[in-house]
Nanobody, 115 residues
């Protein structure tokens, strides 16, 4: 079955960096677009970044120029490199894919940006 497993969340100071990973299994990873979402406490889940099967990327305005999404098809993994982190980036970060018309989410990884 399709599984998505995020990792890499942590507590980091403002201005710091983190790299999140999402390991995918159970489907032909290399042909599917992938996305990152995040959800801050008390807020709706929001789109962060996406990457197509051909490595075309798209970013939400608040993270443009600071976050980079990438994928390694040999490892069935996508990454989210987050630089210059701000307290407003504090959230649970989720990996997402639409496979055969079904939505799949990972369990999330927590990122806290605080001094």
């Amino acid at each position: 079955q399709v599984q998505l497993m995020e990792s890499g969340g942590n507590l980091v100071q403002p201005g710091g960096s983190l790299r999140l990973s999402c390991l995918a299994s159970g489907f032909m990873f290399e042909i599917y677009p992938m996305r990152w979402y995040r959800q801050a406490p008390g807020m709706p889940r929001e789109f962060v970044a996406s990457i197509s099967d051909r490595n075309k990327t798209n970013y939400a305005e608040p993270v443009k120029g600071r976050f980079t999404i990438s994928r390694d098809n040999a490892k069935n993994t996508i990454y989210l490199q987050m630089n210059n982190l701000r307290p407003g980036d504090t959230a649970d970060y989720y990996c997402y894919s639409l496979v055969a018309a079904r939505e799949y989410w990972g369990q999330g990884t927590q990122v806290t940006v605080s001094s």
